[in-house]
C-alpha cells in the first residue's frame, strides 16, 4: 500500500472484532516542536464515526490519542510553548520525543511496546505501553490503554504541568484524547456532575463526553489512576486527559515506575448517564 496521511508509514491497524477501530503510528515525522511520539489516529466506533483529531488548527500538537507530559525535569514532551513561571507561556528549546524501542507482543487487537523518552540524547524515562481494544456491544467497544513510566536517569526525577508552574486550572499531562470539533460543544458528564466546570479538575470514577452521534467514556481502571482528576475541555475545543501533576509535582525516584491505567468506552449514538455506567462496569472487568 502507498503511504499517505491516512495510511502513514510505521502505523499498524488496530481491530475490535474483525473491524478496523484505530491506527497507531509508532514513528510520526513530526518536527522537534510537536514533541515527536507515537499515537492512535483516527479512532473511531464500530460504526466507523471518527472521534479523534490530529493537529487541529487551534492546538496543533495535539495528536489524537496517547501519552504526553508538558514538563518532565523541564523538558517538553506535550508539544508547542512551555509555560514558564512569571512569564506566560513561551517557545522554548526543549522538547523531547518518544522513541519506539519494539514490540514484546502484536496482535490485531492489541500491542505491548517499549518506547524511550528522550531530551538531548539522554533517556529520562523508560515506558512499557500495553493497549487492546474490547468489544463491549454491537455499538461499543473499548481501548484498554496501561503506561508504566520508569526513571532511567539514575537520579531524582519530577514530572509537572501548567498547573504546578504557575497556570491555575491547567494540570494536563498523562493520558490526553482530542476529540473532533464541531459546531456545537459535547455534552460533559460523570456519575455525579453534569458540565465542563463542575467536572473538570474533579476526581470520579468516569467521564463521558458525548458528541454527534459518538459518546466516549473515561474510566481510571486502577485505585490509583482513579485519584488523579480529570483535565477537560469542551467549550474551547474537546479534549479530555487524566492529570499526573496537579497542585504538587509528581516525583519518580530512581529506577521506580509510574503506572496508569486509563479505560476508553468508544460508543455509537448519545449515551445517558445510566448507559454510561454499565459500559464503564463492562469495560473494566472485561
Excluded at 48 to 67: N, Q, Y
Excluded at 240 to 256: F, K
Aim: aromatic share 8%; proline share 9%; glycine share 10%.
Amino acid at each position: 500500500m502507498t503511504a499517505s496521511p491516512q495510511h502513514p508509514p510505521g502505523s499498524l491497524l488496530l481491530r475490535c472484532a474483525g473491524r478496523p477501530v484505530a491506527r497507531y503510528v509508532i514513528r510520526p515525522d513530526l518536527e522537534r516542536g510537536m514533541a515527536p511520539r507515537p499515537y492512535l489516529h483516527p479512532v473511531t466506533t464500530l460504526a466507523g464515526t471518527p472521534v479523534t483529531e490530529l493537529a487541529p488548527d487551534d492546538h496543533p500538537h495535539h495528536l489524537g490519542a496517547g501519552v504526553a507530559v508538558p514538563d518532565v525535569a523541564g523538558r517538553n514532551f506535550w508539544g508547542g510553548r512551555t509555560f514558564v513561571r512569571d512569564q506566560g507561556p513561551t517557545e522554548l528549546d526543549n522538547h523531547g520525543a518518544q522513541h519506539h524501542r519494539g514490540f514484546k507482543l502484536r496482535d490485531p487487537d492489541g500491542f505491548v511496546e517499549d518506547i524511550d523518552w528522550t531530551a538531548d540524547g539522554e533517556v529520562l524515562l523508560r515506558e512499557r505501553r500495553t493497549v487492546a481494544a474490547v468489544e463491549l456491544t454491537a455499538a461499543a467497544w473499548a481501548l484498554d490503554f496501561t503506561f508504566s513510566l520508569t526513571n532511567a536517569t539514575g537520579g531524582e526525577l519530577s514530572i509537572g504541568s501548567p498547573a504546578t508552574n504557575g497556570r491555575p486550572g491547567a494540570a494536563y499531562g498523562g493520558f490526553f484524547w482530542r476529540a473532533p470539533k464541531a459546531a456545537a460543544p459535547p455534552r460533559v458528564f460523570t456519575p455525579e456532575a453534569e458540565g465542563e466546570e463542575p467536572a473538570h479538575a474533579a476526581r470520579a470514577d468516569w467521564l463521558a463526553l458525548a458528541g454527534d452521534g459518538w459518546t466516549l467514556v473515561f474510566a481510571g481502571a486502577t485505585a490509583r489512576t482513579r485519584r488523579d482528576p480529570w483535565f477537560v475541555r469542551a467549550a474551547e475545543y474537546p479534549g479530555v486527559g487524566s492529570s499526573l501533576a496537579t497542585g504538587d509535582r509528581l516525583p519518580i525516584a530512581p529506577r521506580d515506575t509510574l503506572v496508569r491505567r486509563v479505560v476508553t468506552v468508544v460508543a455509537d449514538g448519545t449515551l445517558d448517564r445510566d448507559e454510561a455506567a454499565a459500559l464503564v462496569r463492562k469495560a473494566v472487568t472485561a
